[in-house]
Nanobody, 123 residues
Framework: QVQLVESGGGLVQPGGSLRLSCAVS????????MGWYRQAPGKNREFVAV???????DYGDFVKGRFTISRDNAKNTVYLQMNDLKPEDTATYYC?????????????????WGQGTQVTVSS
């Protein structure tokens, strides 16, 4: 099992910045992939960013160029740096881990989720 705890959310003005943190209960460098998702009231959960064990990154279309995902292996922590925040970014942000058994020719992964941290962008 992997336990995830998000922190760093809050209220920020449009154009401001926040950095979210996700504390991971195991060696983060061994996890297949770490990601961030967000969900606003009444809307579906939306992909934000992902970083794989090998360091490859991908982002949702609406956050490219503004958000950056990173990993600190020594601290077992994943970050989401959010710049130039917009009101449309208001949501609960969730940390995600894909982890399990993986080999050169076989993978068997499960998804793990944190409980979320609220981000509100408003003047």
């Amino acid at each position: 099992q992997v336990q995830l705890v998000e922190s760093g959310g809050g209220l920020v003005q449009p154009g401001g910045s926040l950095r979210l943190s996700c504390a991971v209960s195991k060696d983060v460098s061994s996890i297949y992939a770490m990601g961030w998702y967000r969900q606003a009231p009444g809307k579906n959960r939306e992909f934000v960013a992902v970083i794989t064990r090998g360091g490859n990154q991908d982002y949702g279309d609406f956050v490219k160029g503004r958000f950056t995902i990173s990993r600190d292996n020594a601290k077992n922590t994943v970050y989401l740096q959010m710049n130039d925040l917009k009101p449309e970014d208001t949501a609960t942000y969730y940390c995600n881990a894909e982890d399990g058994d993986y080999y050169s020719d076989y993978v068997n992964l499960e998804n793990y989720w944190g409980q979320g941290t609220q981000v509100t962008v408003s003047s």
